[in-house]
T-cell receptor, first 114, second 114 residues
Framework: AQSVTQPDIHITVSEGASLELRCNYS??????LFWYVQSPGQGLQLLLK??????LVQGIKGFEAEFKRSQSSFNLRKPSVHWSDAAEYFC????????????FGQGTELSVKP | AAGVIQSPRHLIKEKRETATLKCYPI?????VYWYQQGPGQDPQFLIS???????DKGSIPDRFSAQQFSDYHSELNMSSLELGDSALYFC?????????????FGPGTRLTVT
């Protein structure tokens, strides 16, 4: 069965520092991969997605992610974190053979220190 | 740009009551997904519809039912509410059915069962 693992429940970084959030997936075929961000009490906003092609994808708000098939990973990165980036980040895999539903990881809560 | 609309945004019900949540997808999106997010949890897929037909079903209790109407809006009906049903319920829409194309999420309906 498809699954997504985000090993870090909570990460704290200083403003201006670089960020990497980890995501590992389990999926038999070529996955469709997504990163969503959720501010407290808010909906989910799509940051970026990977379907095929270039394994380094660019998203909104200066985020990027790299698909590494050999490591079954899709880590999210940002070179310089802003205080407004504090939120919950979810990695998700699309189940193409099951109607397109998304399977989410447990989420990583990001805190930003001034 | 138009987004997914969910109503109501907040709902308070007592145990054993019923609740109806509504979702209006982005125009020209014909696929709707429902997710449930418990406190501190990741979103869990409940059910999806494509062209008014159920396309996939997840861990949705038998007490819940849903449908998609001719104008593509969807309603999630929840009966015999339990305390454990308290959660944030998201609706998402997608322009391509059965494929994990990006899903656009609404702001959610926060259901509190007392």
């Amino acid at each position: 069965a498809q699954s997504v693992t985000q090993p870090d429940i909570h990460i704290t970084v200083s403003e201006g520092a670089s960020l990497e959030l980890r995501c590992n997936y389990s999926y038999g075929a070529t996955p469709y991969l997504f990163w969503y961000v959720q501010s407290p009490g808010q909906g989910l906003q799509l940051l970026l997605k990977y379907f095929s092609g270039d394994t380094l994808v660019q998203g909104i708000k200066g985020f990027e992610a790299e698909f590494k098939r050999s490591q079954s990973s899709f880590n999210l990165r940002k070179p310089s974190v802003h205080w407004s980036d504090a939120a919950e980040y979810f990695c998700a895999v699309g189940a193409n053979n099951q109607g397109g539903k998304l399977i989410f990881g447990q989420g990583t809560e990001l805190s930003v220190k001034p | 740009a138009a987004g997914v609309i969910q109503s109501p945004r907040h709902l308070i019900k007592e145990k054993r009551e019923t609740a109806t949540l509504k979702c209006y997808p982005i125009p020209r999106h014909d696929t709707v997904y429902w997710y449930q997010q418990g406190p501190g949890q990741d979103p869990q897929f409940l059910i999806s519809f494509y062209e008014k037909m159920q396309s996939d079903k997840g861990s949705i209790p038998d007490r819940f039912s849903a449908q998609q109407f001719s104008d593509y809006h969807s309603e999630l009906n929840m009966s015999s509410l339990e305390l454990g049903d308290s959660a944030l319920y998201f609706c998402a829409s997608s322009p391509i059915a059965g494929v994990s194309y990006e899903q656009y999420f609404g702001p959610g309906t926060r259901l509190t069962v007392t």
